[in-house]
């Protein structure tokens, strides 16, 4: 069967991993891809040209943050979020439910749906299946994603299952309410699943098979890195991909280290998002071709080497170790600006280091070579 | 007499405006001319890219930071601040006397210097005359000020006599000192007085004197823009310029609003610098060719216009005042740096179009129609 938003381009003969693209009216989108996360309507500390710089093929947006601020009003007013913000390529939204189900004592969950206070101003609000959807076609996301309950970790078989049926039943009220409504904004929109099941292997494999009879563009994988060890999280991944089809994309939900998204490529996922590289910058960790590190570390204090020379970026390569150590222990935006620079460069350059490797039937290798290496000196 | 360093191109022949070039090894400086500040070798939130965006001719550096951090150890190591940041365009720094004074309780004055406690960690330092010439060889920026006294406002006559004879006999060790010792970086610099002398204008006239007799490369007036009311500056700031030689370059410390610049350049100054443009931005202030405003304001909320399409800056022609203020409302990053990118733009604006006016001995009257028109709506 065609499938017109996600193109599988070639397998690994070696892994589960795979080279494929995914075709939204804002632009193509090569997989595997790595979307920087823009909670707010910006990717922290980064203007959108600097996003263009990085190459940036798609970022995040959360649902939750935007309906809150500036609000569904606003959004409308603006003509969606591709509008407001000045960017032009594809944007991927979460449908608020992980932010919503952080909040702990300002939540309380029925059949139909979640109410909330905001964290801002205590105000109460309501997030359904369906709320969500409309909200994710007023912002005008390219992907948007159904509300689901991500399970906490750890939590016992019984109240996994509970919780996921829920969420289940959430996915076929979003899937039947996405179906029946219409862009807004004159682009068409993909919706995803996500599948839940915590860290039992049958309730993954049911939940994952029942998701795709429901036939969404895309599926992810939600409740993984939530404190459990990272092999658990490779065997889960692995239950899943093998029950998904091959001419979907696959999500792999706020993963990871570098680590992570090799080993996760491996096991068959082509999409991920994560702060990491953006709030660890601004705590003063750096990502690098050379390995990572605490640039505020002493051993900086006198370096004039460039940040990293080898991702393709200009700041990285004009300013040094030593005057980024001094931006950021002087408490200066412009640290946390070339950092966050730095760290999203890092990501893609992997991202795109993976996806010639797989096109040259060398990824495994490559991948187990990077792993062994790469920040051993650290 | 043919002064290598300030050339006057021409007079205004309604004001006592100037139009020159100040001619450093790092490049001309067309004047008047407002200089960005940054304070730790950064213009918080600007990345040196986008000054050269800005076409900022040059920029300020604070000694005292620097001393503290990086420290002049680091800083020999980088080869001076230019190499430090990044920045190949002229940069002048303070004598870091305005900082420790501002210290309060940290400081204990002699005739030698002040003693002084580190805002940072509390360790203890000392500032002498040539102390403060030898820091700024080691940054190497390109003009330097002496140490001084920057007298409170209000202040009586007696402790502004003697405080500014302090400051004086600085001026003669910082200029002695400064003669005998030679650029460490291989490119000229150059070295400003500062004239004290409060609000008294006998005592103004005399230090102004004493300073031209001193024969520096340019002088400032140091002490104003400290509390006092505007008209008071202004008359201050007049008495100086009368004194001061028509062949060197005069330097109005620490001022000020759009108002104050203009005004000052009809009285004879050439150089500004001021926090306002970028530290206002970061607290919502922002400066457009329509007026001032803070951005917070929820008229704003709903607002598709341009940030200000007539400052030459592709930031604030792209983006919308109604996404700044989401992102200022928000506590966003961009938001500091688009809101700075903008007020600096302004500033700089309103000195290039300053320039082109007396070129076309068309100053006053613009001037006067500019002051009496802009921010008239707000």
Known sequence: MQNNFFELKQECPNTKARLGVIHTEHGDIPTPIFMPVGTQGTVKSLTQQNLYELDAKIILGNTYHLYLRPGNEAMKFYGGLHKFMRWERPI??????????????????????????????????????????????????????VLDECVPYPSDYEYVKKSSDLSLSWAAKSREHFLATQSIWGHKQFQFAIGQGGMYEDLRREYVQKMVEMDFDGYAIGGLSVGEPASQMYDITSVCTEHLPKNKARYLMGVGTPENLLESISLGIDMFDCVMPTRNARNGQIFTTRGKFNIRNSQFKLCDAPIDENVGLFSSKNYSLGYLRHLLMSNEILGLHLASMQNIAFYLWLMRIAREKIAANEFQSWKNNFLSTWNKDN
């Open 92 to 145: 991927l939204t979460d449908s608020g439910g992980f932010q919503v189900f952080s909040l702990q004592e300002l939540r309380k969950i029925s059949a139909e749906g979640v109410q909330f206070k905001s964290h801002i101003d205590g105000s109460t609000h309501f997030f359904s299946p369906e709320s969500v959807v409309e909200t994710q076609r007023i912002i005008g996301s390219d992907i948007i994603m």
